[in-house]
């Protein structure tokens, strides 16, 4: 894993929110590899995102078919025009971390406690993992912080959850898609169910409209705030919920070489994000002081959200 490229663009610091044929690359069917590996004990747990049954299954089947459902190209594109502009209201990364004390994620099948403790384990478990990294800490902090999208008013089918691409075939490695996906109208529109759909053969992820939920939020509020992270930051956050190809190896016909450069770093992130949630939480109040001063130094002050 190469080492990240630093953005030399520091944050913004005024009160104000102000604006801003590639060749063809087959599928991989090699390149799918086995579940991420427990980061503390080096073994895979199959336990985890066990969709079949389960105490909270029902809960997360039912936030899976309205996803499945209302997740269309039209909506995509409708949310990111939506909330492409971040003008919603201005908060420091800190307050948006204490909403999430909120928030449970209901297509969660693993975890039933806040969403902000969760934060909290993931980043520490990079921390311990990569101590020489702190922009990568201060991404497991972030990087389910757009799931401030539902204490805004979203409901969570439109927030949480594994994304895919919309505008194109479903693959068969997405969640529930044998049982969730018959009233959504794109699949029965010849435009987008087709392998390719409306994109070109190795287009580029960067090209691709993706369900909307938090990911595809946070990258944008990053981008609109200029969070003076490395690049790789940007990518873990904007792709960290695409199981059906970080994980599975699906859609691997739309990458470029750049996708799959950055993929390690977004299996990088998945280790820690599924394999720190357990039901020892954190001592918050110990660990803000450290996570405070990575924020004053990659995304200080009031952003627009």
Known sequence: MSSPRTNPTPPPSSPLCGGRARKIYPPRPDLPGPLPQDPGTGESRAGLRNYSEGKLLERVYGTYKLMHT???????????????????????????????????????????????????????????????????????????????????????????????????????????????????????????????????????????????????????????????????????????????WHTHGDYRHLCTPHDLQMLPWVKELNKFDLYTKQEELPDVEQLRGYYQSLIDKYCPGQLCW
């Open 70 to 244: 209302n997740q269309t190209v039209d909506f995509v594109q409708k949310k990111l025009a939506q909330y492409g502009s971040c003008s919603l209201r201005r908060m420091g990364v800190m307050e948006v971390l204490e909403l999430l004390d909120q928030l449970v994620d209901e297509s969660d099948p693993d975890v039933d406690f806040p969403n902000s403790l969760h934060a909290y384990q993931t980043a520490e478990g990079i921390r311990r993992a990569h101590p020489d990294k702190d922009w990568f800490h201060l991404v497991g902090l972030l990087h389910d912080l757009g799931k401030v999208l539902v204490l805004f008013g979203e409901p969570q089918w439109a927030v949480v959850g594994d994304t895919y691409p919309v505008g194109c075939k479903v693959q068969k490695s997405v969640v529930f898609r044998d049982t969730t996906f018959e009233d959504n109208p794109d699949t029965k529109d010849p435009r987008y169910s087709t392998e390719y759909g409306m994109y070109r053969p190795g287009c580029g992820l960067e090209n691709v409209l993706m369900s909307w939920g938090h990911d595809e939020y946070m990258y944008r509020v990053m981008k609109f705030n200029k969070f003076a992270l490395p690049e790789e930051a940007f990518y873990m956050i904007r792709f960290h919920s695409f199981y059906p």
